[in-house]
C-alpha cells in the first residue's frame, strides 16, 4: 500500500489528479491523467484504462433494443441517461473461457 501511494506521489507535477484511491482487493486508482500521467503510469508497468463515454450504441441484440424503450416497435437503438457518476466498477478478468 505504501509503495503504491509513492508511486502516485512521484508522478509529474500536474499529471495526475487521483479522485479515489483502491486498496481493498488491489491496488489502484481512479482519476483524471494528462499524457505524461498515462505514459508514466505505463512506465512503471500499471495498467491504465481509458474511460471512453458514450450514451448510445448500436444494438447487436433485441434484448438491449428492448430494455431501454416502453413501447414496440423496437427502434434498433440502445440510449442511456445515468453516467455511472458515484458508481464504483471492478472487473477481474480471469482469461477462463466460459465456453469450456
Known amino acids: 500500500a505504501t509503495r503504491w501511494r509513492e508511486l502516485i506521489r512521484a ?3 500536474g499529471s495526475t489528479t ?7 482487493l488491489l491496488w ?6 494528462t499524457d505524461t500521467g498515462v505514459t508514466y503510469f505505463e512506465g512503471i508497468g500499471a495498467f491504465v ?3 471512453l463515454g458514450t ?4 444494438v447487436k441484440s433485441w434484448g438491449l433494443d428492448r430494455i431501454d424503450q416502453a413501447h414496440l ?4 437503438e440502445y440510449k442511456y441517461v445515468r ?4 458508481v464504483d466498477l ?3 478478468d480471469t482469461g477462463l473461457n466460459a465456453g469450456h
Not at 479522485?19 to 481493498?24: A, F, V
Not at 416497435?73 to 434498433?76: D, G, R, S, T, V
Not at 453516467?83 to 458515484?86: A, C, K, R, S
Request: neutral net charge; hydrophobic residues 30%.
Open 11 to 13: 508522478a509529474p507535477g
Open 18 to 24: 487521483v479522485r479515489h484511491t483502491h486498496s481493498r
Open 28 to 33: 489502484g486508482l481512479s482519476g483524471l491523467l
Open 49 to 51: 484504462e481509458l474511460d
Open 55 to 58: 450514451n448510445k450504441s448500436e
Open 73 to 76: 416497435p423496437l427502434n434498433q
Open 83 to 86: 453516467t455511472g457518476i458515484g
Open 90 to 92: 471492478f472487473m477481474l
